[in-house]
């Protein structure tokens, strides 16, 4: 069934995380793929109950710190031999291990920096607007001492009075309709 024209999906909140955990399994068990848990904390057995995938931060860390270090031996080359060449007391110009220390520099600053950049990005922040904050009980507890679990309107599986009704089988504190 398609989701109705505006709405987001449903928001069930509870008062403990076990309670969240138990009903992200049974979510996950029933057929439900498009869903979030919202926590005041981190809660790991919600990430697992979720299926939560690994990250690709690390990978992104890994490429600007290649990227840094072949910048470093790259300019470092370009300016002491083609450049700016110097013949100090018979050297040669390309002098290799005195690149090491600048490279391993780069490599950490571009590291860091991507890694810094690239997790906003895979979390596609900032988000300035989410449809979630249109739900009153989420704006007073999501960030003290309430746990969530929405189920979006997009999961193929989603209908207001099936979901409503699942959702209801945990006894939460409130289902609220979430409007786009």
């Known amino acids: 069934m398609t989701p109705r024209e505006g ?3 449903l928001l069930a909140e509870f008062n403990t995380p076990t309670e969240l955990v138990r009903a992200t399994e049974q979510a996950h ?3 439900y793929r498009r869903m979030e848990c919202y926590t005041p904390y981190p809660v790991e057995e919600a990430a697992v109950a979720l299926r939560f995938h690994k990250t690709r931060v690390p990978l992104v ?3 600007g710190g290649i990227m840094g270090m072949t910048t470093a031996f790259l300019m470092e080359t370009w300016i002491t031999v083609w450049s700016y060449p110097m013949n100090i007391a018979g050297r040669p110009l390309f002098s290799w291990p005195a690149f090491i220390i600048p490279a391993y520099e780069w490599t950490i600053l571009f590291a860091g920096l991507s890694a810094a950049f690239g997790m906003l990005a895979l979390n596609g922040l900032p988000q300035l607007y989410h449809p979630l904050f249109n739900a009153p009980n989420f704006r007073d507890g999501a960030s ?6 929405c189920l979006e309107a997009e999961d193929p599986r989603f209908s207001i009075l099936e ?3 699942f959702l209801e089988k945990f006894a939460p504190v409130s289902v609220v309709e979430v409007e786009l």
């Open 61 to 63: 860390c890994l490429m």
């Open 144 to 149: 003290t001492d309430k746990f969530f679990l």
């Open 7 to 9: 709405i987001y999906g």
């Open 163 to 165: 979901t409503r009704a």
């Open 29 to 31: 068990q029933s057929g």
